[in-house]
């Protein structure tokens, strides 16, 4: 995927501007900054689920916008921060939208392992029959990444996949989106505010302020004392926990 010139509007305040980058596949790659710093809105962009003002979008070297939606759905899959489905739904059940792109609603078995093994891979065996909004915070969240995990698309976008969560579970989040990556052979891109976990279990760190790119690089490249203090506008010092820069602020 790669991204040139991109910009966004909102009345007469430019949100995004002139944002350009390009993905590495088979990496985990985060989206850091302060809030309002664009980050949402360049992952709704490039996910097609906010339309872009101005720039270019290129997806296996075809425009994304030209990309037929069924199609598109075959390799890319989102999941928003507002993923409540307002709908009586078992866990099993809502892994099972993860197929419909490949399907139609037509479950055939090659459908319906992809979503036994999405449900044992995210551990959720036990509550397969438990309803959605019977499950706590972490579960539920484990119950749409499985959903994703079903719809066996090669890029997987997360935004704020930790938001609402506590430590526990999303530390074991971040576990998970980096097993996608390094067992599945998923390209994640997610949207983090968080800028330990991104430090820990990113690749690469798109850094954003002010609707601009101010660093996109390596996590070292990135997580640095002038790059985080620029962004953030607080002291920072950059401490090597476990090979990572571990960030501390005040």
């Not at 010139?5 to 088979?26: A, M, P, R």
């Not at 309002?36 to 003002?53: E, F, H, N, Q, Y």
């Not at 850094?207 to 002038?226: D, L, N, Q």
């Amino acid at each position: 995927m790669k991204v040139q010139g991109l910009k966004k509007n909102y009345g007469k305040s430019t949100v995004v501007d002139n944002v350009s980058f390009e993905i590495h596949k088979g990496m985990v790659t985060s989206f850091i900054g302060p809030n309002g710093a664009g980050k949402s809105t360049v992952m709704g962009m490039i996910s097609r689920l906010v339309a872009k003002d101005q720039g270019l979008i290129s997806f296996h070297g075809k425009e994304l916008e030209k990309w037929n939606s069924k199609e598109l759905a075959k390799h890319l899959a989102i999941l928003t921060q507002s993923n409540q489905i307002q709908m009586k739904l078992t866990v099993e059940e809502l892994v099972t939208f993860g197929r419909f792109p490949h399907c139609g609603g037509r479950l055939s078995g090659e459908d319906e392992g992809k979503i036994s093994q999405a449900i044992t891979y995210m551990e959720l065996d036990e509550f397969r029959n438990r309803f959605i909004d019977e499950l706590s915070g972490g579960q539920r969240q484990r119950a749409y990444i499985a959903m994703v995990i079903a719809q066996d698309t090669e890029y997987v976008l997360l935004d704020e996949p930790t938001n609402n969560l506590d430590i526990y579970h999303a530390a074991n989040l971040m576990k998970i989106v980096r097993r996608l990556c390094d067992e599945l052979g998923k390209t994640v891109i997610m949207v983090l505010h968080e800028i330990n976990y991104a430090a820990f279990y990113s690749d690469y760190i798109c850094a954003f302020k002010e609707g601009r790119i101010k660093k996109y690089g390596t996590v070292k490249e990135v997580i640095t004392k002038e790059v985080m203090s620029e962004i953030y506008q607080v002291d920072f010092e950059i401490l090597n926990i476990q090979g990572k820069p571990l960030s501390i602020y005040y």
